[in-house]
């Protein structure tokens, strides 16, 4: 039996995405920050959950990330999304730093961590998670949380030596989605932000999250190294 590990599995994306691994006789072992009310509502002896804030000191991620070494991890998302509500001419360093070692410098670090059993074992699947938001510079007060997902499309070149053991990784691009975030956008906002997608709607979170497990399970056998934009056309 196969096991994923998610990183920010609490959010609504996340919470699909555990279910549809979860449907197909994967275990899932199920990260979250604070809010698990959603996951903890999941009852599966497949599931394993674990808290951890990332701003927690070294001592106890680098515990997490040792134990995670030893794991037999098949296959791996980074879907952490820490906003700080942050324009460029406001943020401190402190705030950058942060929210890039949340969203990219520890997942990063993980992959580090298990990439050699999945050389060992010759299959890995690996999805890193960027916002079509990115291609617009990002919002007015989102200037940190865009500049750490533009870095989640970055790509090391090892894949190529990856690839060879059965190995893939890819970046997806996320188009404008129906979660909990949205859903506090003015009605008007909402409408003009829709016009912008050729297709003229937001994705629905169980269709992120099945294009998700297509790249992360067996049935990807032939893409790595791409940054694949799921976004309606925009």
């Known amino acids: 039996m196969k096991k994923i590990l998610i990183l920010g599995?609490?959010?609504d994306i996340g919470v699909e995405l555990t279910k549809i691994?979860?449907?197909?006789n994967w275990k899932v072992l199920a990260h979250y920050n604070s809010n698990s009310l959603n996951l903890k509502k999941i009852k599966n002896k497949k599931l394993k959950l674990f808290k951890l804030n990332f701003l927690n000191n070294i001592e106890t991620i680098e515990?997490?990330?040792g134990f995670l070494k030893y794991e037999k991890v098949d296959s791996f998302i980074n879907l952490t999304g820490?906003?700080?509500?942050?324009?460029?001419?406001?943020?401190?360093?402190?705030?950058?730093?942060?929210?890039?070692?949340?969203n990219t410098?520890?997942?990063?670090?993980?992959?580090q961590k298990i990439i050699k059993n999945m050389l060992k074992y010759k299959f890995g699947r690996i999805l890193l998670t960027s916002s079509i938001g990115v291609k617009y510079g990002g919002g007015k007060t989102t200037f940190n949380y865009s500049l750490s997902k533009k870095a989640n499309q970055f790509i090391p070149g090892e894949y190529k030596n990856w690839a060879t053991k059965n190995v893939l990784i890819?970046?997806?691009i996320i188009g404008v989605t129906n979660t909990k975030i949205h859903k506090k956008i003015s009605k008007k906002n909402l409408n003009k932000r829709k016009k912008l997608i050729p297709i003229k709607r937001f994705a629905s979170t169980i269709e992120i999250s099945k294009y998700m497990f297509y790249l992360l399970s067996e049935e990807n056998t032939f893409i790595t190294g791409e940054n694949l934009s799921i976004s309606g056309g925009e």
Request: hydrophobic share 45%; aromatic share 14%; net charge positive.
């Open 82 to 102: 820490h906003i700080d509500n942050n324009t460029f001419y406001n943020f401190s360093i402190n705030q950058l730093v942060n929210t890039m070692k949340i």
């Open 21 to 24: 691994f979860l449907k197909n």
């Open 63 to 65: 515990k997490i990330i």
């Open 9 to 11: 599995a609490s959010s």
């Open 170 to 172: 890819n970046s997806l």
């Open 105 to 111: 410098i520890i997942p990063y670090y993980i992959i």
